[in-house]
């Protein structure tokens, strides 16, 4: 069964100090991996799908990468407005829906 | 804004009730998707539908329904309403199914008290 398991639960950061939020998972065949934002009571907000490990994308402060069996969402110099829980999910090979993981929620101090 | 639309924004009723959560997908998409988001459990697929047809089932009780219609609005119908069901239900699309991103909407709060 595909799992997917986002590590911290919870993450509280001074605004400027970067970190690392760690999406790990086991699939019979990754088709895709997806990682989303989401503020308390919106829908989640799309940031990066990454197909293949070694794979790298960034936007902004934001930088997303991929291995066989995780994915890391780094956020450099952080400020309070990226204050949201971040979502990953993955899309098998087969005629699946995407599985996601729980999340971490995390906190921006100014 | 993910060009999602979906109404109510909230819905307050009562337990044994039955409701119907509406969505619109972005221009152009064909895939719509069902999720249930509480907060133990995180977001849980339900039901896909591609170009008005049935694609994939998730956990989905079999007290709650859904369908896409031609002009490829979807409609998510819970009857039987329990207070378990109170959760945030969120619709997404994309353009055809597979690995095309999915953009969700704003969701529906549905509280059943």
């Known amino acids: 069964e595909d799992q997917v398991t986002q590590s911290p639960e919870a993450l509280r950061l001074q605004e400027g100090e970067s970190s690392s939020l760690n999406c790990s998972y086991t699939?019979?065949?990754?088709?895709?991996l997806f990682w989303y934002r989401q503020d308390p009571g919106k829908g989640p907000e799309f940031l990066f799908t990454?197909?293949?490990a070694g794979e790298e994308k960034e936007k902004e402060r934001l930088k997303a990468t991929l291995t066989k069996k995780e994915s890391f969402l780094h956020i450099t110099a952080p400020k309070p407005e990226d204050s949201a829980t971040y979502l990953c999910?993955?899309?098998?090979?087969?005629?699946?829906?995407?599985?996601f993981g729980k999340g971490t929620r995390l906190s921006v101090i100014a | 804004d993910s060009g999602v639309t979906q109404t109510p924004k909230h819905l307050i009723t009562a337990t044994g009730q039955r409701v119907t959560l509406r969505c619109s997908p972005r221009?152009?998409?064909?895939?719509v998707y069902w999720y249930q988001q509480s907060l133990d459990q995180g977001l849980q697929f339900l039901i896909q539908?591609?170009?008005?047809?049935?694609?994939a089932k998730g956990n989905i009780l079999e007290r709650f329904s859904a369908q896409q219609f031609p002009d490829l609005h979807s409609e998510l119908n819970l009857s039987s309403l329990e207070l378990g069901d109170s959760a945030l239900y969120f619709c997404?699309?994309?353009?055809?199914?597979?690995?095309?991103?999915?953009?969700f909407g704003p969701g529906t709060r549905l509280t059943v008290l």
């Open positions: 997404a699309s994309s353009l055809q199914g597979g690995r095309d991103t999915q953009y």
């Open positions: 699939v019979s065949g990754l088709r895709g």
């Open positions: 990454l197909y293949s």
């Open positions: 999910a993955l899309l098998n090979s087969g005629n699946t829906p995407l599985v």
């Open positions: 221009s152009g998409d064909l895939s």
């Open positions: 539908y591609y170009n008005g047809e049935e694609r």
